[in-house]
Nanobody, 125 residues
Framework: QVQLLESWGGGVQVGGSLRLSCTAS????????LGWFLQAPGKERDSVAA????????DYADSVKGRFTFSRANNRNTVFLQMNSLKPEDTGVYYC??????????????????WGQGTQVTVSS
C-alpha cells in the first residue's frame, strides 16, 4: 500500500502563487509515476501535470503551461506543484496521484493506482 499526503492548498487572489507538495510513503520501493489532477466544481477530474519516475519528463495541460511547474525532489518520494499567475478557473480540489506500474508520465485517472485526499485551492478575483 502507498499513502499520499498533500500539503494544504488555501486561497489566493488572481495572479498570485501557491506551491503544493505531495509525499508518498509506504510501498515506495519501486519506480512509479506521479501526477496532479484538478476537479473543478461540477466537473470531472482532469490531469493538470504529470511527471516521470526520473523527474526528467514532465507534461502539462494546455491551460497551465507556462504557469505551473511540476518537480520531483531528489528522494523522488516528494513532488511539488508550483502554481503561478493563478486564475479563477484554477479553483478546485487538487489531487496527487501515483501510478505504481509505470514510470510515466501518465495522463488519465484510470492509469493511477493511489490517490491523495485532495486539497482545496481557491483563486478569487
Amino acid at each position: 500500500q502507498v499513502q499520499l499526503l498533500e500539503s494544504w492548498g488555501g486561497g489566493v487572489q488572481v495572479g498570485g502563487s501557491l506551491r503544493l507538495s505531495c509525499t508518498a510513503s509506504g510501498r515506495t520501493d519501486r519506480r512509479y509515476a506521479l501526477g496532479w489532477f484538478l476537479q473543478a466544481p461540477g466537473k470531472e477530474r482532469d490531469s493538470v501535470a504529470a511527471i516521470s519516475w526520473s523527474g526528467g519528463t514532465t507534461d502539462y495541460a494546455d491551460s497551465v503551461k507556462g504557469r505551473f511547474t511540476f518537480s520531483r525532489a531528489n528522494n523522488r518520494n516528494t513532488v511539488f506543484l508550483q502554481m503561478n499567475s493563478l486564475k479563477p478557473e484554477d479553483t478546485g480540489v487538487y489531487y496527487c496521484a501515483l501510478g505504481a506500474t509505470h514510470v510515466g508520465p501518465l495522463y488519465y485517472p484510470d492509469e493511477y493506482d493511489y490517490w491523495g485526499q485532495g486539497t482545496q485551492v481557491t483563486v478569487s478575483s
